[in-house]
């Protein structure tokens, strides 16, 4: 089994929809979360990152950590075409250090 | 800033050949890293500098890799021999702070074949 595992997609949504992202994790060391946007052909971009539990918010970009029960949560809402792309989670127990990822979920938003 | 700067872009050799990728990070970053990307794997770490030092090559898959970062500008990643299963995109990141910054930076990425 792997430490993160992320729903595996593709998801296919139309434009404006709430679109949610989740991974699981087995690693209860993990204090560090990560969520990357990579577009195709190009090299991920970090678009949040959450120490410990709780909510952060970025304009329609919401990250959620539940550490009791390993899960996390990237929500976006008013999903635009433009966020069509695969998005990655990532995770570490220490800062600067070494981050396991997810397998990434593929997202398609439709005009 | 050009960004983080990666080549070449793209790399077919044949098993056995010596492999060289090249990474410039962006001016003033301090940390670099290095990631290897497979439909398999996944995207997966491969080794990171601070300030020009490795701090961590636990990611590295075994002895064939080397990486090297001797000046603060520049940073390459070897594979001797190379081998068709070493076939990936191969990332090259710089930060300000650390993993977790909201400053880190990807570069496009190197796309090798090992025939």
């Known amino acids: 089994q792997k430490e993160v595992e992320q729903d595996p997609g593709p998801l296919s949504v139309p434009e404006g929809a709430i679109v949610s992202l989740n991974c699981t994790y087995s690693?209860?060391?993990?204090?560090?979360f990560m969520w990357y946007r990579q577009y195709s052909r190009k090299g991920p971009e970090l678009l949040m990152y959450?120490?410990?539990?709780g909510n952060k918010e970025d304009g329609r970009f919401t990250a959620q950590v539940d550490k009791s029960s390993k899960y996390i949560s990237l929500f976006i809402r008013d999903s635009q075409p433009s966020d069509s792309a695969t998005y990655l989670c990532?995770?570490?127990?220490?800062?600067?250090?070494?981050?396991?990822f997810g397998d990434g979920t593929t997202l398609t938003v439709k005009p | 800033d050009a960004g983080v700067i990666q080549s070449p872009r793209h790399e077919v050799t044949e098993m056995g050949q010596e492999v060289t990728l090249r990474c410039k990070p962006i001016?003033?970053?301090?940390?670099l890293f290095w990631y290897r990307q497979t439909m398999m794997r996944g995207l997966e770490l491969l080794i990171y500098?601070?300030?020009?030092?490795?701090?961590?090559d636990s990611g590295m898959p075994e002895d064939r890799f080397s990486a090297k970062m001797p000046n603060a500008s520049f940073s390459t990643l070897k594979i001797q021999p190379s081998e068709p299963r070493d076939s990936a995109v191969y990332f090259c990141?710089?930060?300000?702070?650390?993993?977790?910054?909201?400053?880190?930076?990807f570069g496009p990425g190197t796309r090798l074949t090992v025939l």
């Open positions: 990141a710089s930060s300000s702070g650390g993993l977790t910054s909201d400053t880190q930076y």
């Open positions: 690693n209860s060391a993990f204090q560090y």
């Open positions: 959450t120490y410990s539990s």
């Open positions: 990532a995770m570490s127990n220490t800062n600067a250090g070494k981050s396991t």
């Open positions: 001016s003033g970053h301090d940390y």
């Open positions: 500098f601070n300030n020009n030092v490795p701090i961590d």
